[in-house]
């Protein structure tokens, strides 16, 4: 079988357009649970929905690949299964290594869906001495100082960095040096890579800061059904600033408002 370091997915060459290729994953999951039940074709419209997309843009994603179905029957499932994971690379092997592992890394690492999709876990790596040699998932925890030696041997060319966002940068920069050109990121911070250096960032904070926007957006909108058109979409009152007479509590420059500003 293939490795991640000597064969890289051809989507870019071929001209798949970044937002198709953002949407091939959520395809694919759709129709590995289709295949899982035995459908053997799906209609767009039942597949887009599945993968909450429109039909329209489902039709132009797959026109990519050169998969345009069959009127009257749909799509052949498991020839799209097969399709959509050769362009995403999955039917190669892709060694991994994660950085850092605390909770958020150590639960990574037990993640099963990562063999089912073509990755696999080839290290742990912690840069904690107490760490070293403890098993996590089935897998030895390695010292951070081994960390280039381990890509080198594995042939790692995707980085998972778990850690603290204080030393991300530096464990992005050892990551790079070693030869790993894809890194997945859930440290919250910004990484700087060279060209050529892919980047993935997942924020939860972030993610559940949007959730967050959009309750507060359906609760001011059920408050002005309730209330009468005048008071919907009103914008609320600016904090009271320090030091001025407000409704928040006593601080040590004064008044601190309930809401503080961001």
């Known amino acids: 079988m293939a490795t991640g370091r000597t064969h890289r997915p051809a989507t870019r060459s071929r001209g798949i357009p970044e937002a198709t290729v953002a949407r091939l994953p959520l395809y694919l999951r759709a129709l590995t649970a289709l295949s899982e039940r035995s459908?053997?074709?799906?209609?767009?419209?039942?597949?887009?929905?599945?993968?909450?997309?429109?039909?329209?843009k489902l039709r132009k994603d797959f026109s990519y690949l050169g998969s345009y179905g069959t009127r009257g029957v749909g799509y052949d499932v498991e020839y799209l299964v097969y399709q959509i994971s050769r362009e995403l690379g999955l039917t190669q092997d892709w060694p991994v290594v994660i950085v850092g592992i605390g909770n958020l890394g150590a639960a990574l690492a037990g993640y099963g869906g990562f063999a089912s999709r073509g990755f696999r876990v080839a290290a742990l790596i912690d840069a904690d001495p107490a760490m070293t040699g403890r098993p996590v998932a089935g897998i030895p925890v390695q010292h951070s100082d081994d960390l280039e030696r381990i890509i080198e041997e594995d042939g790692v060319s995707i980085g998972v960095i778990a850690t603290p966002a204080g030393v991300a940068q530096q464990?992005?920069?050892?990551?790079?040096?070693?030869?790993?050109?894809?890194?997945?990121?859930?440290?919250?911070?910004?990484?700087?890579?060279?060209?050529?250096?892919?980047?993935?960032?997942?924020?939860?904070?972030?993610?559940?800061?949007?959730?967050?926007?959009?309750?507060?957006?359906?609760?001011?909108?059920?408050?002005?059904?309730?209330?009468?058109?005048?008071?919907?979409?009103?914008?609320?009152?600016?904090?009271?600033?320090?030091?001025?007479?407000?409704?928040?509590?006593?601080?040590?420059?004064?008044?601190?408002?309930?809401?503080?500003?961001?």
């Open 171 to 262: 464990v992005c920069d050892r990551l790079v040096a070693a030869g790993v050109t894809s890194i997945l990121n859930f440290a919250p911070t910004v990484l700087s890579v060279p060209d050529g250096v892919d980047v993935r960032k997942v924020d939860l904070s972030i993610e559940l800061q949007i959730l967050a926007f959009h309750e507060q957006r359906k609760a001011g909108e059920e408050s002005g059904a309730e209330n009468g058109p005048n008071t919907a979409g009103t914008a609320p009152a600016p904090p009271t600033p320090r030091g001025t007479t407000g409704t928040g509590r006593k601080g040590p420059d004064g008044d601190v408002p309930a809401v503080m500003p961001a």
């Open 39 to 56: 459908v053997p074709t799906v209609s767009s419209e039942e597949l887009a929905a599945a993968a909450g997309v429109n039909s329209a």
